[in-house]
């Protein structure tokens, strides 16, 4: 319990001395808890389900806490993220995933598709893009409604606002269905980018360490999302004007596209520097022009599990109950109201 009362803390940015006070406990006696020296009675067991959003039965189950930066968990972060960001981060991952696990034990869901799994010794990124794209059917050219074929592919897609833009996202394996939590505060095309990473986190690392695993995960998620042999006529010349009609068509931003360019060897180094001065004179450095054109990508399929509930006819309190929430918790990713969670 002790690992569980601490991630919950910490996914909902708490110190000690915050649950402290909502709990009315000491911080010794928390710190007891939090270090399984001590087991909380029903009584502070209850309080800390109520300041923790969860159910009492959630608190008392077994569950296993892992790392983001565990062999089977990634984050899509830039290198000078403040470490208390990330570790909040980590813990609502892990939050999510105990959640959806608890519901996964009394529901069922058959995908149309699997998300395959490589050895990345013997698998390229590329090669690996290249099969799942394969695997799923994808029409040749961009990919429409990245998070559908995610979906369709038994993956929970779920946006938050991370509060800070040097965290695009985090995913994780949940049995057979993986859980990727997206910051809901970037353009579509750096979500599309980053669903495409998080994917390849998940079809090259699934309990894999290797040596480089971002630069693996941003080579599949080039080719999957701009495959070379169609992509590559289009990128020459790759001025900003030809950049910004194919950012409408393939659904990724102009740096994305550029360098893409670069790596496919059409445009030279000399070129590079010129295109970010470019692009740094205009302020598309920081923010691109036309995001706002491309076509939302809106993760649903939490919507269509709850919805699918009601249907049987479980009430909101139950399918809550069932996922380990407290009945008024504003986490429920499962009630119809307003909630602060948000899945689109």
Same mark, same amino acid.
């Given at each position: 319990?002790? #690992? $569980? *009362? +601490?991630?919950?803390?910490? /996914?909902? %940015?708490?110190?000690?001395?915050? &649950?402290?006070?909502?709990?009315? !406990?000491?911080?010794?006696?928390?710190?007891?808890?939090?270090?399984?020296?001590?087991?909380?009675?029903? #009584? $502070? *067991? +209850?309080?800390?389900?109520? /300041?923790? %959003?969860?159910?009492?039965?959630? &608190?008392?189950?077994?569950?296993? !806490?892992?790392?983001?930066?565990?062999?089977?968990?990634?984050?899509?972060?830039?290198?000078?993220?403040?470490?208390?960001?990330?570790?909040?981060?980590? /813990?609502?991952?892990?939050?999510?995933?105990?959640?959806?696990?608890?519901?996964?034990?009394?529901?069922?869901?058959?995908?149309?598709?699997?998300?395959?799994?490589?050895?990345?010794?013997?698998?390229?990124?590329?090669?690996?893009?290249?099969?799942?794209?394969?695997?799923?059917?994808?029409?040749?050219?961009?990919?429409?409604?990245?998070?559908?074929?995610?979906?369709?592919?038994?993956?929970?897609?779920?946006?938050?606002?991370?509060?800070?833009?040097?965290?695009?996202?985090?995913?994780?394996?949940?049995?057979?269905?993986?859980?990727?939590?997206?910051?809901?505060?970037?353009?579509?095309?750096?979500?599309?980018?980053?669903?495409?990473?998080?994917?390849?986190?998940?079809?090259?690392?699934?309990?894999?360490?290797?040596?480089?695993?971002?630069?693996?995960?941003?080579?599949?998620?080039?080719?999957?999302?701009?495959?070379?042999?169609?992509?590559?006529?289009?990128?020459?010349?790759?001025?900003?004007?030809?950049?910004?009609?194919?950012?409408?068509?393939?659904?990724?931003?102009?740096?994305?596209?550029?360098?893409?360019?670069?790596?496919?060897?059409?445009?030279?180094?000399?070129?590079?520097?010129?295109?970010?001065?470019?692009?740094?004179?205009?302020?598309?450095?920081?923010?691109?022009?036309?995001?706002?054109?491309?076509?939302?990508?809106?993760?649903?399929?939490?919507?269509?599990?709850?919805?699918?509930?009601?249907?049987?006819?479980?009430?909101?309190?139950?399918?809550?109950?069932?996922?380990?929430?407290?009945?008024?918790?504003?986490?429920?990713?499962?009630?119809?109201?307003?909630?602060?969670?948000?899945?689109?």
């Amino acid at each position: 319990m002790g #690992d $569980v *009362l +601490e991630t919950l803390r910490r /996914a909902r %940015g708490l110190t000690q001395a915050d &649950l402290c006070v909502q709990a009315d !406990v000491t911080q010794a006696a928390l710190s007891r808890y939090e270090n399984d020296l001590r087991m909380p009675d029903d #009584d $502070v *067991l +209850e309080r800390f389900a109520t /300041a923790l %959003g969860v159910s009492k039965g959630f &608190l008392r189950r077994d569950h296993v !806490v892992r790392g983001a930066l565990a062999v089977d968990a990634h984050m899509r972060r830039q290198r000078t993220t403040k470490a208390s960001a990330w570790r909040r981060l980590e /813990a609502k991952l892990n939050v999510h995933r105990l959640h959806l696990s608890v519901l996964f034990e009394e529901v069922s869901m058959r995908a149309e598709q699997t998300v395959p799994t490589f050895d990345p010794i013997d698998t390229t990124p590329g090669q690996a893009a290249l099969m799942v794209r394969a695997q799923w059917r994808l029409p040749i050219g961009p990919v429409r409604q990245l998070t559908r074929w995610l979906e369709s592919a038994g993956c929970v897609v779920l946006e938050e606002d991370f509060g800070t833009s040097r965290i695009d996202g985090l995913s994780q394996w949940i049995g057979d269905h993986p859980v990727l939590l997206i910051n809901s505060g970037a353009p579509v095309d750096r979500k599309r980018m980053t669903l495409a990473h998080e994917l390849g986190h998940l079809v090259l690392h699934n309990g894999v360490a290797t040596e480089d695993p971002e630069r693996e995960a941003a080579e599949f998620a080039a080719e999957f999302l701009m495959p070379a042999h169609v992509i590559k006529p289009d990128l020459h010349p790759a001025t900003l004007g030809r950049l910004r009609d194919l950012k409408r068509v393939w659904g990724v931003s102009m740096q994305a596209l550029f360098e893409r360019a670069y790596t496919l060897d059409r445009v030279p180094t000399a070129e590079r520097t010129s295109f970010y001065k470019a692009m740094n004179a205009r302020g598309w450095k920081i923010t691109e022009p036309d995001s706002e054109h491309l076509a939302p990508e809106t993760p649903q399929l939490i919507a269509a599990i709850g919805e699918a509930l009601r249907a049987k006819g479980l009430t909101d309190r139950e399918i809550a109950e069932m996922a380990g929430f407290a009945d008024d918790s504003a986490d429920n990713l499962f009630t119809q109201s307003e909630r602060r969670l948000q899945v689109v």
